[in-house]
């Protein structure tokens, strides 16, 4: 009885759970506008053939193992500590800028597993919500240089991500919130901060929100300006936006609204920003227009082909710091996911949290090798690609070489399976006489077609493989 009760409790709070998890979870804004300037539309293409980056959330979050700065805000879908008051909990959490110290900083291992993955760009976040700077800031002593890990040669910790990432041939992406709820001028204390938007109204204090948005500009600068090379920059907290372009849309995505306009001023940022970095890809994420270069889906894949440049970002794991006895997708789920998305015309931007000592879990870079073994020789119907006319037939995916003179099949099998003897799909079916290659193993395959099905018979070695995640052809 006690048994059947709980289930039932448990299933009641099935929902609640998943609508906490939208709470957060950016959406996709359903217009885009191409860019303009030559040397960003020059990047964007680039960057469209990169198709796998990882996405870093690395922060004071990760020193109790805990969703990244959300338990700080006061929203009624997060959960916390109830035996502590919310003040007691913020100082609790701010306090973690005392001890955090990565003794084992080690972002040559964070980009070497990333590389082993076939990952091509990286973002990391530079600051998020909690405000918590990862760079060497001059605008607040919240952050990295300045706590216990100040002295480390290494303490401007961005600049050696960067760096890491760089060295192996990375796209370099600074992940920045706009909001900021350490900083006086976003969350005051003389209010309550009930929500994730500035606890003051905008309208009565004009002269805390500009100097806001000064500091957020400097802070932008500052990475734009004394980092190296960036390709792009994607800015996160989307709820900080215009007025004017808070549209039923965006209201139907449930978070809260504020009365008054908060918004940075990002066409002042990307001016400046672009000054420093030519062709800065800029991804204001949700604020469709100018600077939403692309668009961010987030743990979610669009339900169909989109011809405009777009990333799904989904997490390795359930969060996107690190947490405690994670559970991982496993590489095959990652795959089908990827191809699902290369499909479709996307990227896929997989988060994985570093611990607060500064490695990277061995697990996560198990799980990534793996990925990366699939990666390395089947790449080629994944990378640089574009959509094909027809996406799909059930788990088989099409792509098609840039020049569009190559056609890629991509069939996902079923996890737990060996792989068959044939396989066969409708709708894009190689020309009368073509040649289709095994891409995995290099080699030609024989195959038929029977009106508008092709059958495609596998190597026999390759049948002896076991269980593989996707095979690839070309046609
Ligand atoms: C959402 C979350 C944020 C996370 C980001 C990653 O914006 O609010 O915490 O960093 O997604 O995509």
């Known amino acids: 009885m006690k048994r059947i009760v709980y289930l039932l409790l448990a299933l ?54 805990i969703i990244e700065s959300w338990q700080i ?21 701010w306090d973690f800028s005392k001890v955090f110290n990565p003794v084992k900083f080690n972002p040559e291992q964070w980009a070497q597993a990333a590389k082993d993955a076939g990952m091509k760009y990286v973002v990391f976040t530079t600051k998020h ?23 480390n040669p290494r303490a401007d910790v961005a600049k050696y991500v960067f760096h890491a990432f760089r060295d192996q041939g990375f796209m370099i992406g600074a992940y920045f919130s706009k909001p900021d709820w350490h900083s006086q001028d976003f969350w005051w204390s003389k209010y309550a901060t009930p929500d994730r938007n500035t606890n003051y109204d905008i309208r009565k204090y004009p002269w805390k929100w500009n100097r806001f948005k000064q500091f957020t500009y400097n802070q932008i600068s500052e990475l734009m300006n004394n980092y190296g090379s960036i390709d792009l920059l994607w800015l996160d907290g989307g709820w900080v936006r215009p007025l004017e372009t808070v549209t039923d849309e965006v209201r139907s995505w449930g978070a809260a609204i504020p009365a008054w306009n908060q918004e940075v001023d990002i ?40 011809d405009h440049p777009w ?126 290659i095994l891409i995995s193993s290099g080699t030609k395959v024989k195959w038929t077609v029977v009106g508008n099905t092709v059958k495609v018979t596998l190597p026999a070695s390759f049948s002896k493989k076991g269980e593989y995640p996707a095979l690839a052809f070309a046609f």
């Open 311 to 436: 990333e799904s970002c989904i997490t390795l794991g359930n969060a996107w710091g690190w947490v405690p006895n994670e559970q991982y997708k496993s590489p095959t789920k990652v795959i089908h996911k990827l191809i699902e998305i290369v499909a479709k015309g996307g990227s896929l931007l997989l988060g994985v949290g570093p611990r607060a000592d500064g490695t990277v879990e061995l697990a996560e870079v198990k799980i990534l090798k793996q990925i990366g073994d699939w990666m390395k020789i089947n790449g080629q119907a994944i990378y640089g690609t574009r959509i094909s006319s027809v996406l799909r037939d059930g788990n088989t995916f099409f792509t098609q070489s840039k020049d569009g003179k190559t056609q890629y099949a991509l069939v996902c099998l079923p996890e737990g399976q060996s792989v068959p003897k044939t396989v066969e799909w409708k709708g894009n079916l190689p020309k009368k006489g073509a040649k289709m």
């Open 73 to 93: 805000c006061s929203e009624p879908w997060i959960e916390r500590d109830s035996t502590m008051t919310y003040d007691e909990y913020k100082k609790w959490y």
């Open 267 to 306: 066409p002042r940022i990307a001016a400046m920003a672009r000054k420093a970095q030519p062709g800065l890809l800029v991804v204001d994420r949700t604020v469709a227009g100018p600077y939403e270069n692309y668009q961010t889906p987030e743990q979610t894949i669009p339900d169909k082909a989109l």
């Open 129 to 151: 919500h909690d405000g918590f700077c990862m760079f060497d800031t001059k605008q607040t002593d919240f952050k990295i240089t300045n706590g216990p890990f100040a002295s």
């Open 12 to 65: 009641a709070l099935i929902p609640v759970a998943l609508c906490a998890q939208e709470n957060n979870l950016h959406h996709q804004s359903s217009t885009y506008q191409w860019p303009t300037d030559p040397q960003v539309k020059d990047k964007l293409d680039n960057w469209q053939d990169q198709k796998f980056g990882v996405l870093i959330h690395w922060g004071l979050y990760a020193v109790p193992g």
